[in-house]
């Protein structure tokens, strides 16, 4: 029997107009461009300034410009998954505002957390849906408002992250093509090394909640970098060793935004050159479920038909994985 596999066949992205520099942040914080510059290779980040707008529609706009860029009308998308940890609410999931907008009359929509990795995760989720032949067309986004959970009096944090969002079109081919392998990792993070304590169940928002400030994201930076450095890396090695690609095999390494030390770690690893690592963390931050999604957007004009891709991520949760796939279109 032939074997289903998911491809991607469109993309897009949208970015808020609102640039924030690390100069802005000189005012509000007490840090440089230039410590911001060498530890994390971050310059500015984009902001979503409008009160009345959230994750949805940076998902919704994202959305649109990936079925345009697929050719694929909304209402032949079976289902929506959209990866995020900062839905516009608990519920009605993010995903079901977007298949409202966009009109994909058929589709089922659901959002997924898993922070950095969330994007992977459900692409990962979606590739399967169509695997299985029960869904033809599924769109994934990765999306996320972060600036609506940072604390912009904590130094350690506020530089980090930017808002942003980017989407993918997946639909079913019989080619030995998109998505052929994937690796995922989960250590339940106990200590909370990166979290938001406050708003959930164990936490409801109360005055004395939002006075204690446990509304905002905290991380510990140190912990989390040495997860990272050895996590994003170890799964990308896994991958490659399970398909057999060496690291001329490699047409591109598609890692996760969080920070240029770990993003070069992991290349290095993998033996890539640095001109075939997608790099954008210098405007956009590390936009969380958004990254990699805006890393395929950004390159889309550069990629062939039959490059490998590794695709990698590692984040809260904890999170991390990786996937190979072939770009198809
Ligand atoms: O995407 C989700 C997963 N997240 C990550 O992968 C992030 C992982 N962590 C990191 O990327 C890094 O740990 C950070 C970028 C967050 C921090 O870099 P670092 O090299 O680990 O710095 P550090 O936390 O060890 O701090 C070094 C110094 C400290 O001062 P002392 O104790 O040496 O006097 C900090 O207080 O830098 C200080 N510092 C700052 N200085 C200026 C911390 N934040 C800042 C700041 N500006 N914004």
């Not at 993309?11 to 107009?17: E, M, N, Q, V, Y």
């Not at 009345?52 to 929506?80: C, F, P, Q």
């Not at 994937?182 to 959930?200: F, K, N, Q, R």
């Amino acid at each position: 029997m032939t074997q289903i596999r998911a491809k991607i066949t469109g993309t897009g992205k949208f970015l808020p107009d609102h640039v924030m520099t690390n100069h802005d942040l000189e005012k509000l914080v007490d840090t440089n461009d230039e410590w911001i510059q060498t530890r994390t290779g971050i310059v500015e980040r984009r902001i979503l300034k409008d009160p009345d707008k959230g994750t949805s529609n940076l998902a919704t706009e994202a959305a649109k410009k990936a079925l345009e860029d697929a050719d694929v009308d909304a209402a032949d998308i079976d289902a929506i998954i959209v990866a995020t940890v900062t839905p516009d609410y608990f519920f009605p999931a993010t995903a079901c505002l977007v298949q409202k907008r966009i009109g994909a009359k058929k589709a089922f929509a659901f959002d997924l957390s898993a922070a950095c990795s969330g994007f992977l995760y459900a692409l990962t989720t979606g590739g399967n849906m169509i695997e299985s032949g029960r869904a033809k067309k599924v769109l994934v986004i990765g999306a996320d408002k972060m600036s609506s959970i940072l604390n912009y009096e904590d130094r350690t944090t506020c530089i980090l992250f930017g808002d942003g969002g980017g989407a993918v079109v997946l639909e079913a081919t019989e080619e030995e093509a998109g998505i052929i392998d994937y690796v995922h990792y989960t250590e339940g993070d106990e200590d909370c090394a990166l979290y938001m304590p406050g708003g959930g169940s164990k936490h409801p928002a109360t005055a004395e909640t939002v006075a204690q400030g446990l509304h905002y994201l905290r991380q510990d930076g140190r912990a989390i970098f040495k997860k990272a450095i050895h996590g994003m890396a170890d799964v990308s090695l896994e991958i490659m060793e399970r398909n057999d690609l060496t690291s001329d095999d490699v047409a591109w390494l598609v890692p996760h935004q969080a920070n240029l030390r770990i993003i070069d770690a992991t290349a290095n690893r993998m033996g890539v050159s640095k001109d075939k690592v997608m790099i954008n963390i210098s405007h956009y931050g590390n936009t969380t479920s958004g990254t990699i999604p805006l890393c395929l957007d950004d390159w889309k004009d550069q990629l062939n038909k039959g490059d490998n891709l590794v695709l990698s991520a590692f984040g809260g949760g904890l999170t991390w994985g990786s996937i190979y796939l072939k770009w198809a279109i």
